[in-house]
């Protein structure tokens, strides 16, 4: 003869299983809650947040700028306009420059190069944040949908004596428009990517056969 043990469920009025350890269910409850809220947080913050901009920096004077990601608004007051909040080290002077930064650039939006370049110390169109300086491009009409095409803008505090770029580590806010603008992106200062010149990669290969060697002479020697 089988015998079968039946199990008993505890179950609430909408039948849903309830643990007989209510402090593990209040544990797993406010564990999945804080999946939530973060999973939520970072989905406010990417929406806020959707193109990204790497400066490297080569020199305190120097740098490039690359960057990824479409725009999902753009400021309804000169929405063409694309700034660069608090990204000096030490402020430029005069407080406003629309030329001597600007080396070259292939960096734009889909259909939408860069037409102008300038730089503010936090007094004029360029003021995201009170009292900071920022440098921001006038690009073609921009509208929501755009992305970033893969290209370099190319940046140099020669002209400017005493100015330097923030420092690598540092991140700041993109914006679109003018005046506060609409927050629309991030950078993050890196430094640049070194690449050993031709005569350390051969002093690196010497040394690297003459270990090769070494070993082999003692392999035939034992």
Not at 58 to 68: A, F, K, P, Y
Not at 107 to 124: E, Q, V
Not at 201 to 219: F, N, P, Y
């Amino acid at each position: 003869m089988e015998y079968r043990h039946k199990i008993c469920v505890r179950r609430d009025s909408l039948g849903i299983p309830i643990s007989k350890h209510p402090k593990q269910t209040k544990m797993k409850l406010h564990t999945k809650a804080l999946i939530v809220a973060a999973t939520f947080g970072a989905f406010i913050a990417s929406a806020h947040a959707t193109v990204m901009f790497n400066i490297s920096r080569t020199s305190d004077t120097q740098v490039s700028i690359t960057g990824s990601g479409t725009l999902d608004s753009v400021s309804s007051s000169n929405g063409h306009i694309i700034g660069f909040d608090d990204i000096f080290g030490t402020a430029p002077t005069p407080p406003y420059d629309n030329v001597s930064v600007f080396v070259s650039s292939t960096l734009g939006f889909t259909s939408s190069p860069i037409s102008y370049f300038a730089y503010d110390t936090g007094t004029g169109y360029g003021a995201y944040s009170p009292g900071t300086a920022s440098i921001y491009a006038g690009f073609a009409p921009l509208s929501s949908g755009v992305s970033l095409n893969g290209g370099t803008l190319f940046l140099d505090l020669a002209n400017t004596p005493g100015a330097t770029f923030a420092a690598v580590g540092d991140t700041g806010n993109v914006y679109s428009g003018i005046f506060g603008g609409v927050l629309v992106g991030t950078w993050t200062m890196t430094g640049a990517s070194s690449v050993p010149d031709s005569g350390t990669t051969i002093a690196l290969l010497g040394l690297a056969l003459s270990g090769i060697a070494m070993m082999r002479r003692k392999l035939n020697q034992s």
